[in-house]
Every structure is written in structure tokens, then in C-alpha cells.
């Protein structure tokens, strides 16, 4: 899974103009403003009623009633936030200020369809103070400072986040409509806003500080068109509040107000294209019994007419990156013939374990079945095979085989092509493909089955199998392949798809060394992963070099270590040490570039950061660290 991330510059400013609408929005007219939210430092806004510290405010330009027009009514206003309140400016011009009816109206709404309106009243000076309130009763912990001038007045509010109940577990998805009433005489006869109506499905979306980052980043980045495919909300990285969880096109997406400090997002490349139907399930659900939810996905990989679906868990526990806790092969499907496992789940106490069966066949039988056995996950069972089940349950840490059930093998049909009474003519086999022709269909399957092209980056012959021979390892754009004569019986392949790169030219180098010491190869690629530098470290891309270890486990590629081995931003660099020793490997300072030890605009790391140990800096005092070969991983 991707660990690639993109970071958003925590603006500390205050809300820009109208802006771009992000992901599905409510049907809304062309008049109506996409409200835009920042992530701010509360210290810097000073509540005296002058919202001179907002760069910009949106215009409210949708008439609502009447015809607000200069200089009877026009206003702009913005919104900001922190992790305790939301704050709101207005600049309003008003020829007539009638203090008590004269004010302005935030309406909040929540994923679901409840929405709040808090109505802020500027005071009189010198007579009543202004105030703010919600369902007619004023609220506990706000402020409100109004500043009349000529021809009008402005207003700026802190509201806590605790006066929106549905506010303490979600703070992502919302929806927002600013409204501005004015009075001439005894009564509101003026209503401009940003929305059409104050009603839920009328507001547009409120773009929170991560919500505007994957607008600005990843959605601008790829030209990402339409609504999600997904879009659905809850709180899969154990933090009390919920998140969003999106596919969108080839991409899962995680944002959420406290996830990542609120200003990050992940995303990973899933290499399928959920709008052709290559995911066609995707849901939250607590299936490991810790009180958050897992993101359980059906995948296929392939094309429409012949493809693997499998079905997968990704779990965040307390990482800001998901670990894949469960993964198994659920359906075959090709032009001759399919095969659709059935999955049920039942209630293992506070968890949830799943059962496999083989399911239905269509076409295919013990007789004509000749497609290849997944080798890097749990492969389909085959309804003619000698298991009718496999039940799987969560250990702690990923779920594992707890029980399984055999049947008798079903034997292929008999023969009908002789008609009775007559003799067939026998028919002399064709020849057996010797060794070579056997690998090369068995690359060319590869080619075909991911639709690759053209030559490997990196190709070698090294012995990484069980077996005593050699294997050949190749590199297809971010595909590992591996297969041999005596690799899956010489008939099939394996392949990893490195997906902590954005792109196969990130991955500078694929060798293969014993580094184990049990006399295999282990397979060794660097690479560099590209992100967003924040603003603390002066903007820029972050270029992250990263050294990622492989070994053959029977038929799949398993990672046994992942360390970041370098680190950059433009001709700034730093760049690490690695020592590989008898079962071992060793990471040391090494040397810098442009940085110094006052410039350099990250911390030491003292332990694994995203799943990757970490990049040793040369003047932070660390020392170098080895890592043993214990039999299962390297350990310190």
C-alpha cells in the first residue's frame, strides 16, 4: 500500500475568495458560493470586530429576499477554524443600521442532513452588547465584536465547536451558507447569502484545510473529473472523529480534521479504475473488534472481460498508513469461464471473521480449467477442489486461516467427443515446450494479464525461490515479477506492485543480495517518493530516497524492511549510510548538502515513521543503528 502522501501548507491566514468546489456538491445555482474554510492558529486573529487580518472575503451575492443592492445591503464574509472554534468575519455595507434586527447567519451543515444556524447580532454600542445564538438561546462560550462605521458595519465571532453536538465526532463534509438580514424599518425586508436558501440540500460544501489540499493537489494533479465513486464517512484512524474515505477514479483517498494533523491526506495508486467497475464494493466496518472501522474493498485486477477480484481489509490502527490485514481471491473471470467464491461473515465476539467458499462455476469444470494459481494472496477455491471452506479470523494483528474444511475432489467430466459405436481416431500430443518456451509464455502471460509493454526497467537471473534453481526477477514500470522452472512449477508467476511510488521512473535501482543469511537472495529496490513540503520547511517537494527489501516466501513477495535512506528538498540533501554485514543490515549518518544542522527543517525521527525506519541525520547525535535477522525480521 502507498505510503505517498500529500501535504497541505497550513495557510494560517484567513478564507480566500470563492472557490473551487470540491468532490460531489448538492445541486446549487451558479450564483451560489463554494465556501472555503482555513486552518488557523487562533492567536492570530484579533476578535476587535475589524476583519482586517482576512485576506479576502466572498462576496454574498445570491438575493434571497428582496434586492439587496448598494447602499441598502451588500456584504462579504469568510470562515475560519481551529481545533476548538470556528471563527466568521462580515464586512457589511447598510445604509440603515437597526441593532437587533440587523445580523448575520451562519447555517452549519452536518453529513446526514442536520444543520444548525447561529444568528449573530452586532450590539449597539455603548447601550447592548452583541451576541450570538442558536435556536434563540445565546451560546456559551462565544464572542462577537461588532465595529460600526459609515455606511454600514462589520462584525467578527468565535463560536466553539462544542455548541454543534454532531461537531465531537465529525468535522469533515460539511456544508456551509453565510446570510447577511438587514431592516430598513421593523422588520428583516433584505436577505443576501452565498446560497439560495438557508435549507441543507441549498448549501454547497464547506472546504475544510484538508478537503482544499486534495482539491488543490491530487484532484488538480491527475484531472480528476465528476464525484467519487465512493464517498463515505468514518472514523477508520481511531481518533474518536470520523473521516473521509474516497475512491475517486484509481485512487483511495483518507482526509479527515484530526487525521494527519487536519492538513494532510493519503492516497494510494490502486492501479484499477474504480469508474470502469474495478472496485465494485467499498465500505467501513469494524471487523477487528478495536472500535474503529476497517476499510473492506473488492478489487479486480485486470480488464473487464478477464479479471481477478479479490477482497481486501486495510486497517490504520494508531499509523497515518494503512496495513493490508486480510486479503483473498474471491473471483476468476475470462472469455471461457468464471468462478465467484461466496463470503459470508458471522460475529467472533467483538470481531468478525470471514468464511470463503468455493461458491459457482460457469463454464468451467475440473476438466478445462487451466488458468494460474495466485501466488501473492490466498488464491480462489475451485468449486471441484478439496476444500469446501476457509474461516478466518483476527489474531491481533491480521487475520489468519483458523480453520478449514475439506471435501472429496470432483473429477473432470468423461469424454463425449466419440459418437457411439465408432472409433476415434487418435491424436498424436503435441510436443512439450522445453524450459525456455515454458518461461517465456509464462512472461508473456504476465504481459498480458497487466497489459505491460515493452522491455523491464531492471531484469536478473538470481536464485530468490525455495527451489535450487534461478529465478528471474524483473521490474515492469512498479511490478516486481518473479518467476522460473521451478517457480510455481514452472507454469506461473508472482508479482508486488510497488505502490509507495507515484511512478515506475521513481524506482532507481532493483538488485538481489543474501542479506538473511539463509542462503536465498533477497531483493533490494530504492526509490524516491515525492511530496509536498509544508510550509515550516519553506514549501518546495520533499524528495524522499527509500530502501525497500523483499524476500520470496514460497509463492509471494513478502516486505522483511523498509528504512528512508536520504532526504532533499530542491539542491538541499541529506543522505544516509547503509552497511549490509553477516545478517544484518547497518544505517549510519552519512553526509549533507546546502542544509546545515540550523537550517535543516526536520527533526530526527527516534522510530518508524510510516512504516519505514528512519533516515539517520548526521549531526543529530544519533549513532548508527544495525538491524539483526531474527528469523522473521530484522530487529535492533
Not at 30 to 46: F, G, N, S, V, W
Not at 202 to 208: A, D, V, W
Not at 350 to 364: D, I, R, V, Y
Not at 565 to 584: C, E, L, Y
Request: aromatic letters at 8%.
Amino acid at each position: 500500500m502507498s505510503a505517498l502522501t500529500k501535504f497541505c501548507s497550513l495557510r494560517r491566514a484567513f478564507p480566500v475568495a470563492a472557490g473551487l468546489a470540491l468532490l460531489a456538491l448538492p445541486s446549487t445555482s451558479l450564483a451560489q458560493t463554494a465556501l472555503r474554510a482555513d486552518l488557523i492558529e487562533a492567536k492570530t486573529i484579533k476578535l476587535d470586530g475589524v476583519p482586517k487580518e482576512w485576506t479576502a472575503l466572498s462576496s454574498l451575492g445570491v438575493a434571497v429576499k428582496g434586492k439587496p443592492q448598494k447602499p441598502d445591503l451588500e456584504a462579504k464574509a469568510g470562515i475560519a477554524y481551529d481545533n476548538t472554534s470556528l471563527f466568521i468575519a462580515a464586512d457589511v455595507t447598510d445604509d440603515t443600521y437597526k441593532p437587533g434586527l440587523d445580523h448575520v447567519t451562519l447555517v452549519l451543515g452536518f453529513p446526514g442532513g442536520t444543520s444548525y444556524e447561529v444568528d449573530l447580532y452586532p450590539g449597539d454600542p455603548g447601550k447592548t452588547a452583541a451576541t450570538a445564538k442558536l435556536g434563540g438561546k445565546e451560546i456559551t462560550g462565544a464572542k462577537v465584536i461588532e465595529a460600526t462605521k459609515a455606511g454600514g458595519y462589520s462584525i467578527e465571532a468565535s463560536i466553539p465547536w462544542s455548541a454543534f453536538a454532531m461537531a465531537s465526532s465529525v468535522r469533515v463534509g460539511l456544508r456551509a451558507g453565510l446570510f447577511v438580514h438587514d431592516a430598513d424599518g421593523a422588520a428583516i425586508d433584505m436577505v443576501a447569502g452565498s446560497a439560495a436558501s438557508t435549507a441543507y440540500t441549498s448549501l454547497p460544501q464547506l472546504s475544510t484545510e484538508t478537503e482544499q489540499a486534495l482539491a488543490d493537489g491530487l484532484i488538480k494533479e491527475k484531472g480528476l473529473k465528476g464525484a467519487p465513486k465512493y464517498n463515505l464517512l468514518g472514523d477508520v484512524a481511531g481518533d474518536s472523529m470520523k473521516e473521509r474515505v474516497l475512491v475517486y477514479e484509481r485512487y483511495l483517498i483518507v482526509l479527515g480534521s484530526n487525521f494527519r494533523k487536519g492538513s494532510e491526506y493519503y492516497f494510494s495508486d490502486m492501479g484499477i479504475d474504480a469508474n470502469s467497475g474495478m472496485v465494485p464494493s467499498c465500505e467501513l466496518k469494524d471487523v477487528t473488534g478495536d472500535g474503529q472501522q476497517e476499510i473492506v474493498i473488492r478489487k479486480r485486477f485486470g480488464t473487464a472481460a478477464k479479471y481477478r477480484e479479490a477482497l481486501q481489509v486495510l486497517w490504520f490502527g494508531k499509523a497515518d498508513v494503512p496495513n493490508s490485514i486480510l486479503m483473498h481471491e474471491v473471483g476468476i473471470v475470462t472469455p471461457d469461464g468464471s468462478i465467484e467464491n461466496t463470503v459470508t461473515t458471522s460475529a467472533d465476539g467483538s470481531k468478525t471473521a470471514f468464511k470463503f467458499e468455493p461458491g459457482t462455476a460457469k463454464s468451467f469444470h475440473a476438466g478445462n480449467y487451466k488458468e494460474l494459481t495466485e501466488g501473492g494472496y490466498d488464491p480462489a477455491l475451485l468449486p471441484w477442489g478439496t476444500i469446501k471452506s476457509q474461516t478466518y479470523k483476527y489474531d491481533g494483528s491480521k487475520f489468519t486461516k483458523s480453520f478449514e474444511e475439506k471435501q472429496e475432489a470432483t473429477p473432470a467430466p468423461a469424454s463425449t467427443n466419440a459418437s457411439a459405436g465408432t472409433t476415434a481416431t487418435p491424436v498424436t500430443a503435441p510436443p512439450k515446450p522445453s524450459a525456455a518456451e515454458l518461461l517465456d509464455q509464462v512472461y508473456a502471460l504476465y504481459k498480458k494479464d497487466r497489459t505491460a509493454s515493452g522491455k523491464a526497467k531492471f531484469d536478473m537471473a538470481i536464485d530468490v525461490g525455495a527451489d535450487k534453481q534461478t529465478e528471474r526477477v524483473l521490474l515492469h514500470d512498479k511490478d516486481i515479477v518473479v518467476f522460473g522452472k521451478g517457480f510455481k512449477g514452472g507454469t506461473g508467476y508472482s508479482y508486488l506492485t510497488l505502490q509507495q511510488f507515484s511512478s515506475g521512473n521513481d524506482i532507481t535501482d532493483v538488485t538481489a543480495r543474501d542479506v538473511t543469511g539463509d542462503g536465498k537472495a533477497e531483493i533490494i529496490v530504492r526509490g524516491v517518493i515525492h511530496s509536498n513540503a509544508p510550509k515550516e520547511a519553506g514549501g518546495g517537494t520533499v524528495d524522499r530516497e527509500v530502501m525497500l527489501i523483499f524476500q520470496v516466501q514460497g509463492d509471494a513477495l513478502k516486505r522483511i524492511f523498509a528504512a528512508e535512506v536520504g532526504r532533499g528538498i530542491s539542491s538541499n540533501k541529506v543522505a544516509g549510510v547503509v552497511a549490509f554485514t553477516s545478517n544484518s543490515i547497518e544505517l549510519g549518518p552519512g553526509k549533507f548538502t546546502g542544509w546545515t544542522e540550523k537550517t535543516y527543517p526536520f527533526n530526527q525521527d527516534i522510530s518508524a515513521v510510516g512504516g519505514y525506519e528512519p533516515l539517520i541525520i548526521p549531526w543529530s547525535g544519533a549513532k548508527s543503528v544495525k538491524y539483526k535477522w531474527n528469523g522473521t525480521a530484522f530487529a535492533k
